[in-house]
């Protein structure tokens, strides 16, 4: 039986406008049912390493939010359509620097591309807030990576299209299909703003808006989400210590995690330094652009990743939270 792929939203701003209003009315069913209320989206969920009654659909179908897979980019001179404090996904790899505007990826939320000779995934989840980027060889193969319309602790299931296993961006591994308990390996990214990244990389190509696809790059579709205190979709732990959509960057190290807050790093100076599984660590903060990275103690940057706080500690329950001294 030949699948069929519906790329959804359709293809004009009004008839997105539609969709997100037909989202919002299924929405309660979505969390009452999980998967039950709209399928599977042709994914084999027998045996999967996370609780199947804990995988939601997400409202598109398979691909409905469809991944560039033939990016274009342009030159950071030419990159008109951004604005200074507009947010980006910047990569420094193989002495190739990238930027992919958020403004995009909430559209899209992967792009698979190429950093010369190296494959990586570019993914980022409007729900949670994580911009994640991993190199796309997996289990000695190249891959490339869709959107499959299905969440886990409201966060995006990819799926790889040679043997449709479904991957959890947060997890960093497959959790069902051929390859469940296959890692991918996380790539340093940085989540910040175009200016920052600019002023940092002069040379930087950006993700163009000549996608092949009609979106309104200009208008964001889940406007009022980042400030919202509300969660769209179930999570399995919820902890109220911080409002659910407080930036934080996570980390992990030998299957440890720590989580830190930005309410925490802004107390703090822009740089210093902390311990945590044994090794020290250089923690940079920069508050005016919201950003920030960790360094090992030879200063290489460690990957680590920008999330909302509720997202980060659904997945991470027990995490270690970083706490500013007392004055």
């Keep these: 039986m030949r699948r069929l792929t519906v790329n959804w939203p359709a293809s004009s701003s009004a008839l997105w406008a539609v969709y997100l209003v037909v989202a919002a009315a299924v929405i309660l069913v979505l969390i009452q049912n999980g998967v039950h209320a709209f399928g599977t989206n042709g994914f084999d969920l027998n045996g ?3 609780p199947r009654e804990e995988i939601h659909h997400g409202g598109p179908p398979r691909d409905g939010i469809p991944s560039i897979d033939r990016p274009r980019f342009i030159t950071a001179d030419q990159a008109a359509f951004l604005n200074e404090n507009d947010r980006v996904l910047g990569v420094d790899r193989n002495g190739i620097t990238k930027a992919y505007p958020i403004r995009i990826l909430d559209y899209h939320e992967i ?5 010369g000779e190296e494959s990586v995934v570019v993914s980022y989840c409007p729900l949670c807030g994580t911009g994640m980027a991993f190199s796309a060889e997996a289990a000695g193969q190249r891959h490339t990576f869709g959107v499959s319309g299905l969440l886990y602790n409201s966060d995006v299931l990819l799926y790889d299209r040679s043997t449709e296993s479904l991957w959890s961006q947060i997890m960093r591994k497959a959790v069902s299909g051929e390859l469940k308990g296959t890692s991918l390996e ?9 200016r920052d990244w600019r002023r940092r990389h002069p040379s930087s190509l950006v993700l163009s808006i000549d996608t092949g696809y009609p979106r309104n790059y200009a208008r964001s579709p889940y406007a009022g989400y980042d ?4 969660i769209w979709f179930p999570v399995s ?9 407080e930036l934080v960057i996570g980390l992990i190290i030998a299957d440890r995690t ?4 930005f309410a925490e790093l802004s107390k703090m100076a822009a740089n210093f330094n902390d311990r ?3 090794q020290v660590l250089q923690i940079q903060f920069d508050a005016r652009n919201r950003s920030g990275r960790v360094l090992n103690q030879h200063g290489e940057e460690l990957p ?3 999330a909302f706080w509720f997202a980060w500690i659904a997945f991470h329950p027990n995490a270690e939270v970083f706490t500013a001294p007392a004055r």
Excluded: C
């Design 48 to 50: 999967s390493l996370i």
């Design 111 to 115: 792009v698979n591309d190429e950093f």
């Design 186 to 194: 996380q790539l340093p990214l940085t989540h910040t703003t175009w």
């Design 227 to 230: 400030e919202s205190s509300n």
């Design 237 to 245: 732990s919820i902890n109220r210590r911080y409002h659910p959509k």
């Design 258 to 261: 720590k989580v830190y807050p």
């Design 276 to 278: 945590f599984a044994g």
């Design 304 to 306: 680590s990743t920008v």
